[in-house]
């Protein structure tokens, strides 16, 4: 994904999916892109339970855009 869009002044979101679409591996697995376009409210808060079963475990990079949560054994 990143070399299918490395060197290209991103303009569009059509143009986004279009290079990321022509991305494929050397054995013929291909990329199938959606674009969500819904509208999420920002600061919706989740159930107190929810950070109790799933601990939020943030990435070393990126931790404000890239976290998982973890579900409890």
Request: aromatic share 8%; hydrophobic share 40%; glycine share 4%.
């Amino acid at each position: 994904m990143t070399r299918a869009c490395q060197g290209v002044l991103l303009q569009t979101l059509e143009q986004v999916k279009s290079l990321m679409e022509r991305t494929h591996t050397q054995q013929g697995l291909r990329v199938d892109v959606h674009i969500l376009d819904q509208l999420y409210e920002i600061g919706k808060k989740v159930a107190d339970t929810f950070k109790d079963n799933m601990p939020i475990q943030f990435d070393d990079f990126l931790p404000k855009w890239n976290y998982c949560a973890i579900p409890s054994a």
